[in-house]
């Protein structure tokens, strides 16, 4: 054994041999090495109690710990072996292995190996000397007081599923130390005699007992005893193991379904990136993917996936999808309903057996048809199938805020059929229904509808087809005749995950036959609204409730469900707080030295980065010297700070340390071995590296990193800090500063979000750069989600100025620390900390300057939840003021004291607040007196509009002065005041006596509207005005300009409204326009001024519905030329009427003139050319808008219309020149015989007409009896000797040259002596059809000889006429004769519409006959033709003139357009040209 004694001595002189050179030839620090494996459990047992306890013997623990020893020593092999030389030459060695550098890493490796090979040896010596230690320790004075044992923390009950672990801890103390001894039914338990069954641990006074694998036999009651010399203490606890009875049971401990049957698979297939609990809302998609990793990856062979829904066996159909390829796993629900909710398993055969994950999917209801209708029916399905009966059965829906379900309808739809058909009148109230009357052999799908007192829900998914046979093996339906089941217990829920919380409860005493499930709701506390947890029954009465809020306190309860419906809720569960389950917290990390005296050393480390859902109370530090393996407590009480120093070292020993923390639940697991540190003593001058470098504020672009002074500040006192900063995976550290800072804390921006960093820091003195710091762990630039900043503002109760933030993320150990200028502020007069939920406030005491700075924020055991906020002077003072506001508050107005006016001219004084409360008390002073509600005041308020007012009821001259309110509402005052003087006084009060005169107008006949206009459609200007207080007794008149207007329609007071149309409105309409209405009561004047503006408008609005009338531009040629005409409802020359050619405005001229009638504008174009021709235009504005119509000039259009000018032009030269009788001639002659008759008249033409005498329509020769003179060729004579009764007749006179003439008849009636003096009867002259000579290339077709027979007349004598001069047949249309004869005219023209006389060419007849009209036509310098017989029709080309003969017009405008349309007519012109003239009007 003596080679085994001094085995450890070798051992420990050849690692301090070697670590010294490593340390100087590699300066970077080495990977830690390898953990030593975990010591045999025995032996972690007698270190515990060595420890901790102190009252068991000496010789127990010495047997104990040679029995754990007994077994074979380790024997160092030959080569190993060294001889007392060669430990003599160490120092020979060590100086040899500085200046050499060969080899090292061989060195290196054999002191590895060497150290593994040795590891039970040296475990086996420190447990023999830690035992020797303890059996001669001293106790502390507190130790020795005597105290019984006592639990601080008692053991808890517990309820798992098969095959969970389950952790039983409790702490206690006492003294001397108890031994606790824990039973399992009052049986001890046993580790040995279930190998791997029972862990039991006892470390730092915190005893566990673990129990793996549990199954149902492991449930029992559960103790820990704990004895010592002074007295024993007990605690227990209830162990209840639940058995995987159904499939359900797997939604809850994540167990698999049962294996479907053996698959074999050569594939290593694992999974990664699976799908979590799943939410989904009705007729949605839902996707559930889980990422495989497949060796070998063969594109051909993927692995064999199975997929579960609540233990059942998924097949691909038209409601499942699923999918293996591109190393993805993928199950698709297209059409989401309520009978998808539930666990689904993902089962995936590997070559070593299956792999399986699970998660639940939630289906919601989704947005029902009518609001507050009930949700869809689910698992509809039939049992007692028969030829012609199924038995339809279905589970009901949740209904949680919803009415009350009052039954259900069920549908069927035959197959190959997509119409629904009902199958019951009423609805049916139980979940089961018989279906009659179906036919045999025909297969029939079924749905469910439920109905409550808001409406009919969505329909069930369709059920499995079914088809009606005799004889059919179908399942038969379970059901409890007991009606609905009685409510079930009350849930209990516990904590699970920080989203989810574990709620069971106890079956119903009544109802459990036929029972479908549960139906679970939630709430939060505090609200009234609950909210389904699922939406399908759920058979176990257990269940997981997922997408709860962290933090939030909820309640639950629980219905049961059968065929007959939903029971009673049960009571509501007791809080709870969403929270995580209670565990240790995890190892802390980044151990690195601050400081080291050569006899200690100062370590620092980082905290866990998950405390386990508790606080952490304690830490605790091991070390051990890296000869040995052995580690040692270094403190046996925990520790606060995250900062130890170890005493009682050896200078010059390299040592380990490892770090614990703990919390309620116990110790965590340890950190990892820090690298290995030299106990040397640190003299250079620079400073040490700082420490515990954290992160806060972390966002997308910026961080910020704050750190601890250094403990050892070298020869000098620290000036500052360099920060450098690396992208992860780098080691090229960049400096962010280029001179050291002095605060302890870097805002670090310019960062690309998303991308990970790490950072270090350098502390400088007056000589020099130190060491680095650890370099921190990667962050990554990206803020947690949900992140809010910090708020600035003023409490609006207190008037307190305070910062607050609301945490995104929180746990029930979380805590807000408060920094300002990222030192901790603590405990401090100057401010306050309050916290409430998710919330933190700090609140300033009397703030001033010296609260400026940067306040920031940190939120523990949390995911880096932080924010800062700078407070600047300037924001300080205007909170300061708002403070001031509310700690001095004024009743808030929304208005000041104004004034208004109200009729019978009462003046009302206001003031309104914001807000008032019933307690509000006023006053009102006027000139320095206060003023009191009374006669001739009125002052009142009211609290829901915040209105004070005063109403002054006689408002006169002595009112002047200056108004005041003053108001009080609880502590709160405020004051507004208005003074009324001068003009603004003599403005009130003329408006008073204004209101006074008004409302004593109204108490008679009034006008409650003034007179104003409108305009009609068809552009009459309408005045209206609307009376009130009117009788049958009141009268109405019109005036203008003081002399009354009688209009057509008396205006009728009692309608309310009277009007004034003014039709054809023009600037002879301006004025001054009155309306009077009165009665006995008196009378009301209501004038207007149409001009100026006035007028404008009115023309404005007439121009707006003209110019949306106006026609297109259309073409009428005139012997004067061509003329555009655009027709509209109504024209006037006032309108803003613009003309254009080719974009130029065009000016009334001899050349282009300009005018237009009641219903037209027209532009004429006066012997036109070629340069007239173009695109022309015609604007009217109407002040907003300009309308405006376009017609082209040019090519066929121009071609046409000039053809059709040159007509026309030829046609008014003939009718100009045409033979014609001028005056003289009677219509009747009654003469007595033996008288002599003469028949004069006047005749012209150019050249000198032929005049033609005919008696009964023969030519009648001159002779004695008869004599026929012309004269000078103007005058024509017929005369007649002694006449006798033989020469009555009818005679007519034909004038004619060879451009046309006039035919004139005269009745002469001869009587004898002594008779009476025959009825005289009318005569009609009658034109001549003129000869037209046509333009060029417009054939004119030859008029018929039967017709116009003296068409072919060439001289005045008879012989030149044709063989028969009578003249052509009558018209059918026979002339209407006159007893009053036609005035002497030089133009004589038919008295009335009559048709025209008989004629040897009878005047075609116009399409439309002219009207009258009833304004003339205003006069014009171009007069229009007269032309009365109108020549021969050209193709396309209407005649100008209108039939008959008439007056020759003074306006060269044809007739207004008709009202009906113009008959249509073949041309190849554009529609918009017209040939003929203006159609005449209606």
Request: proline share 9%; aromatic share 8%; with cysteine.
């Amino acid at each position: 054994m003596e080679g085994d004694r001094h085995a450890p001595d070798r051992c420990r002189a050849n690692v301090a041999n070697v670590f010294f050179p490593i340390s100087k030839v590699y300066p970077k620090p080495r990977p830690p090495a390898p953990t030593p494996p975990t010591l045999p459990l025995l032996c972690t047992l007698l270190i515990s109690r060595g420890r901790k306890s102190s009252s068991k013997s000496a010789s127990q623990v010495q047997a104990t710990a040679t029995e754990a020893m007994a077994e074979p020593a380790y024997t160092i092999p030959v080569f190993r072996q060294r001889t007392r030389e060669e430990t003599e030459g160490v120092e020979e060695y060590q100086r040899v292995s500085k200046k050499v550098e060969k080899g090292l890493a061989a060195i290196q490796e054999e002191i590895q190996r060497m150290r593994i090979s040795t590891k039970a040896q040296v475990d086996s010596l420190a447990i023999e000397k830690e035992v020797k230690q303890k059996m001669y320790r001293k106790v502390d004075v507190l130790e020795a007081i005597p105290r019984m044992p006592d639990f601080i923390v008692a053991l808890r009950p517990h309820t798992v599923w098969e095959k969970m672990p389950v952790k039983l801890f409790c702490t206690v103390l006492g003294t001397p130390m108890p031994v606790v001894k824990w039973y399992k039914g009052g049986v001890p338990v046993d580790p040995l005699s279930a190998p791997g069954k029972y862990k039991i641990e006892s470390k730092y006074g915190v005893h566990s007992l673990i129990i793996s694998r549990c199954a149902v036999s492991d449930t029992a009651d559960y103790s820990a005893v704990a004895t010592n010399t002074h007295g024993t203490a007990t605690s227990a606890a209830t162990v209840t193991v639940r058995s995987a009875g159904s499939g359900g049971w797997s939604s809850q401990i994540g167990i698999v379904p049962r294996l479907s049957g053996s698959h074999f698979s050569k594939l290593e297939v694992s999974l990664v990136d699976c799908f979590p609990v799943t939410f989904g809302v009705e007729g949605e998609s839902a996707s559930l993917l889980c990422s495989l990793v497949v060796v070998p990856d063969l594109p051909n062979l993927p692995p064999l996936v199975e997929w579960y829904r609540d233990d059942k066996l998924l097949q691909p159909g038209p409601l499942v999808d699923m999918s293996v390829g591109g190393s993805v796993a993928r199950l698709v629900l297209p059409h989401l309903a309520k009978d998808d909710e539930g666990l689904y398993t993902i089962r995936v055969y590997t070559k070593d057996g299956t792999s399986e994950h699970c998660a639940y999917l939630f289906v919601s209801d989704a947005t029902p048809p009518v609001a507050g209708a009930p949700g869809a029916p689910m698992s509809v399905k039939a049992y007692d199938i028969n030829s012609d009966y199924v038995l339809v059965a279905w589970k009901p829906p949740n209904t949680v805020n919803e009415a009350a379900i009052t039954g259900y309808f069920v549908d069927r739809c035959e197959e190959r059929s997509d119409s629904w058909v009902q199958c019951n009148d009423a609805p049916v109230k139980v979940c089961k229904y018989p279906v009659h009357g179906l036919k045999e052999g025909h297969s029939y799908r079924f749905r469910v509808r439920a109905v409550n007192s808001s409406g009919i829900s969505r329909a069930s998914r369709p059920s499995d087809r079914v088809t009606a046979l005799d004889a059919v093996e179908s399942a038969k339906l379970e059901g409890s005749h007991e009606g609905v089941p009685s409510a079930p217990g009350q849930p209990v829920a516990t904590r699970n995950t920080r989203s989810s919380a574990f709620v069971q409860w106890e079956a119903p005493k009544h109802g459990q036959q036929g029972l479908m499930g549960y139906y679970i709701d939630g709430r939060i506390v505090g609200s009234k609204d609950w909210f389904a947890c699922n939406h399908k029954p759920f058979k176990l009465n257990r269940f997981v409730v997922h997408g709860l809020t962290l933090g939030e306190t909820y309640v639950f309860r629980v219905q049961a469900v059968n065929v007959f419906g939903l029971s009673e809720e049960s009571q509501e569960s007791g809080p709870i707080s969403i929270e995580p389950a209670l565990a240790t917290p995890s190892s802390p990390y980044g151990i690195s030295l601050l400081n080291c005296d050569g006899s200690s050393m100062t370590v620092s480390w980082s905290s866990p980065k998950h405390c386990g859902g508790s606080r952490i109370s304690a830490y605790y530090v091991d070390k051990r010297d890296v000869d040995t393996l052995v580690w040692k407590e270094v403190n046996t009480s925990g520790i606060v700070d995250r900062v130890c120093t170890v005493d009682n070292l050896t200078e010059g020993t390299f040592y380990e340390f490892k770090v614990q923390a703990a919390n309620m639940a116990g110790v965590g697991l340890p950190s990892a071995p820090s690298l290995p540190m030299k106990c040397e003593a640190w003299t250079f001058e620079q400073p040490g590296p700082a420490y515990d470098l954290t992160f806060s504020e972390v966002r997308s672009h910026s961080l910020v990193l704050v750190w601890k002074a250094p403990v050892y500040t070298g020869a000098s006192a620290v000036s500052g800090y360099f920060v450098d900063m690396a992208k992860k995976g780098s080691c090229e550290f960049v400096a962010l500063n280029e001179e050291p800072i002095s605060q302890r804390y870097m805002q670090v921006r310019d960062l690309e979000e998303g991308e990970w960093y790490v950072f270090r820091v350098r502390t400088v003195n007056a000589h020099g750069i130190g060491r680095p710091s650890l370099v921190t762990e990667a962050v990554c630039a990206r803020p947690p989600p949900g992140t809010k900043e910090i708020v600035a503002g003023v409490d609006e109760e207190t008037g307190d100025i305070f910062l607050s933030l609301e945490a995104c993320d929180i746990s029930q150990t979380s805590a807000f620390i408060w920094s300002k200028n990222y030192k901790p502020i603590g405990e401090c007069p100057r401010v306050t900390v309050t916290t409430k939920g998710r919330t933190s406030r700090l609140s300033f005491i009397n703030p001033d300057k010296d609260d400026l700075g940067r306040y920031s924020v940190l939120v523990t055991d949390t995911d880096g939840v932080s924010a800062s906020h700078t407070l600047t002077e300037d924001a300080l003072n205007s909170m300061l003021e708002l403070s001031y506001a509310i700690r001095n508050p004024i009743v808030p107005l929304k208005h000041g004291l104004n004034y208004e006016v109200l009729e019978k001219g009462h003046v009302r004084f206001w003031v309104q607040a914001i807000k008032l409360t019933p307690a509000v008390t006023y006053r009102f002073v006027v000139n320095d007196k206060e003023v009191t509600s009374g006669e001739g005041h009125k002052i009142s308020h009211d609290v829901s509009t915040g209105v004070i007012q005063m109403i002054v009821d006689n408002f006169t001259r002595d009112s002047e002065g200056t108004y005041t309110v003053q108001i009080h509402d609880g502590k709160a005052k405020a004051q507004s005041s208005l003074v009324l003087v001068g003009d603004v006084f003599l403005a009130v009060l003329k408006e008073a006596e204004f209101q006074r005169r008004e409302y004593v107008r109204k108490q008679g006949a009034h006008f409650s509207e003034s007179v104003s206009f409108t305009v009609t459609d068809d552009c009459t200007v309408m005045l209206t005005c609307k009376v009130a207080n009117v009788k049958k007794e009141t009268t109405f008149h019109w005036y203008k300009e003081d002399e009354e207007i009688v209009p057509e329609t008396p205006p009728n007071v009692m309608s309310g409204a009277c009007a004034l149309p003014i039709p054809l409105f023009s600037r002879k309409d301006q004025g001054v326009y009155k309306a009077v209405i009165g009665d006995e009561r008196g009378k009301d004047t209501s004038t207007y001024d149409i001009s100026g503006e006035v007028f404008d408008d009115i023309i404005n609005a007439i121009a707006r519905i003209a110019g949306e009338s106006a026609s297109e531009l259309v073409v009428q040629c005139t012997p004067e030329g061509i003329r555009l005409q655009c027709y509209m409802n109504y024209y006037t020359e006032e309108m803003k009427t613009v003309w254009k050619h080719k974009e130029s405005k065009i000016a009334s001229s001899e050349k282009m003139r300009i005018g237009g009638t009641t219903e037209m504008a027209w532009m004429q174009i006066c012997d036109p050319s070629d340069k007239e021709k173009g695109l022309y235009t015609i604007e009217i504005s109407d002040g907003v808008k300009t309308h405006a119509r376009t017609f082209d000039l040019s090519g066929q259009a121009y071609t046409e219309a000039y053809e059709e000018y040159l007509r026309l032009k030829a046609a008014a030269f003939a009718e100009k020149n045409r033979g014609r009788v001028l005056g003289g001639l009677p219509d009747v002659v009654t003469i007595m015989e033996d008288k002599s008759l003469s028949l004069t008249c006047t005749v012209w033409g150019e050249p000198t007409p032929e005049v033609t005498w005919f008696k009964n329509e023969q030519e009648v020769a001159s002779n004695e009896h008869t004599r026929i003179t012309f004269d000078g060729g103007k005058f024509s004579s017929l005369v007649i000797n002694q006449v006798t009764p033989e020469d009555s007749g009818k005679y007519s006179i034909n004038v004619r040259n060879k451009y046309g003439g006039e035919f004139v008849e005269i009745t002469v009636s001869v009587y004898r002596h002594g008779e009476q003096i025959p009825e005289s009867k009318l005569g009609q002259p009658k034109m001549a059809t003129p000869a037209v000579i046509p333009p060029s290339k417009t054939p004119t077709p030859a008029s018929s000889k039967a017709q116009t027979p003296s068409m072919s007349m060439k001289s005045p004598t008879p012989a030149s006429t044709p063989k028969s001069p009578t003249p052509a047949p009558k018209s059918s249309t026979p002339a209407t004769k006159s007893p009053t004869p036609a005035p002497k005219s030089p133009t004589p023209a038919p008295k009335s519409p009559t048709p025209a006389p008989k004629s040897p060419t009878p005047a075609p007849k116009s399409p439309t006959p002219a009207p009258k009209s009833p304004t003339p036509a205003p006069k014009s310098p171009t007069p229009a033709p007269k032309s009365p017989t109108p020549a021969p029709k050209s193709p396309g080309i209407k005649s100008p003139t209108p039939l008959g003969k008439s007056p020759t017009p003074k306006s060269p405008t044809p007739t207004p357009r008709p009202r009906s349309p113009t008959p249509t007519f073949k041309s190849p012109t554009p529609p918009r040209f017209m040939k003929s003239p203006t159609p005449p009007r209606k």
